[in-house]
Each structure stands twice: as structure tokens, then as C-alpha cells.
């Protein structure tokens, strides 16, 4: 197998890894909560990856796990009222880059994802696809984007309510929008982190990214 093959197939698990780490046990996404679960931003990834949600949209602190967050409407959580941002669930999941440099959208190819759409000159890699949700409530078609931030992959993925208009051009800006926010706040975590660091004892490593992302 020759070198770009084989780097394809890896960037092909990878991002599959991504998709499959969606965690939505124990979550309720029926609607709007009496109860205040916005939050503005979460740190992911041992907090190299800040992630910050598009305007009107809120990280819900129930979902909030090492390496994946859900993000929703604000008002939706019980934050403040956001009626000018759609309806629509982001999930984002981080996984440990090991050497990918670039994603691009022929990454996304899979035979359980049909590719509707491609954008690849966005600062993530963008794809709207038809494939099988994470609930039969939603939208058989949704987007999915990816980037390196540091040394992660960040993906990103938007749902939509089933009975819920397509939202057309503004669902990839929203991921757009993520990714921008997040690099930026990203690069400042790394910092701060580097930071504490030169003052803090290392603690021991544990089981690994890889034991808590397929628990």
C-alpha cells in the first residue's frame, strides 16, 4: 500500500472515530429547561481545545464529557433568549491528531455517509451528508466539519429537528463560526496552560485518550 493510501485510511478512521464518539446518553433534547445548563464556553482535550459556540448558541453543561460537548440554542438550555439563532444541535468531538496536517472533505467519503455537498476552502473541512442520525427525530441530513487545533482534530457536527425547513447556507456558517471562535480561544488556553506548567507537578498518566473515548 503506498504512502497516501495508506495516510488516507488512517484520516478515514479517524474521522469516522470522530462520528462514533457522539455521546448523547443520558441527555434530553426535548426543549427548552427551567434550569440554567449555558454555558459560554467548555474547555476539551485536558484544556489545549476552548470551545465556543457560534452566536445564540451555549455549550450544555450536562453533555460536557473530556473530549465531546453539545451546544445548543441558549434559551433552549435555560440561558438567555436567543430567538435570532435557529434550532439546531452542534456536536463537537476532539481525538489526538497523530500526525494528520491536513483534512480535506474526500476524508468524509464512507459507505455508511452519502456526500451531498463539499466545501474546502473553509477553515474546516465541510461536508453535508445523508446518513442515519443520532435520533429518528432529526434530519437525515445534516453537516460535518473538521480541523486541527494543536494537536487535535476537532470535529464538528450540525443537526436539525426532522419536521424543521433545511437551513441551507447558514449551517455551515455556524460551523464556521465554532471553528473560528474556538482556534482563537484555543491559542490563548495553550498558553495559559504552557504557563502553568513551568509551576505544576505532572501527574501521571492514566489509562489514555483512547480508553475514556470508547467507554
Do not use: H
Amino acid at each position: 500500500m503506498n504512502t497516501g493510501t495508506s495516510k488516507g485510511l488512517l484520516l478515514g478512521a479517524l474521522l469516522f472515530g470522530l462520528a462514533a464518539c457522539e455521546d448523547f446518553a443520558g441527555l434530553n433534547l426535548g426543549g427548552a429547561t427551567s434550569e440554567n445548563l449555558a454555558l459560554s464556553s467548555a474547555r476539551l482535550a485536558d484544556g489545549t481545545v476552548r470551545l465556543v459556540p457560534p452566536p445564540g448558541f451555549c455549550v450544555d453543561k450536562r453533555s460536557l464529557r473530556q473530549n465531546f460537548a453539545l451546544m445548543a440554542r441558549c434559551d433552549a438550555l435555560g440561558g438567555r433568549l436567543t430567538t435570532n439563532a435557529p434550532l439546531a444541535i452542534i456536536t463537537a468531538t476532539t481525538v489526538i491528531a497523530n500526525g494528520t496536517t491536513q483534512i480535506s472533505t474526500s476524508a468524509f467519503d464512507s459507505t455508511t455517509e452519502s456526500v451531498i455537498q463539499r466545501i474546502d476552502d473553509a477553515p474546516l473541512a465541510l461536508v453535508q451528508v445523508k446518513g442515519k442520525p443520532p435520533s429518528a427525530d432529526m434530519r437525515d441530513t445534516y453537516w460535518r466539519g473538521a480541523t486541527r487545533i494543536g494537536d487535535r482534530v476537532i470535529g464538528l457536527t450540525l443537526y436539525q429537528k426532522a419536521n424543521q425547513a433545511d437551513l441551507g447556507n447558514v449551517a455551515p456558517d455556524l460551523l464556521i463560526q465554532t471553528i473560528e471562535q474556538t482556534q482563537e480561544q484555543s491559542v490563548v488556553a495553550a498558553v495559559a496552560l504552557q504557563d502553568n506548567s513551568a509551576t505544576q507537578t505532572p501527574k501521571p498518566a492514566g489509562r489514555g485518550f483512547l480508553a475514556g473515548l470508547f467507554e
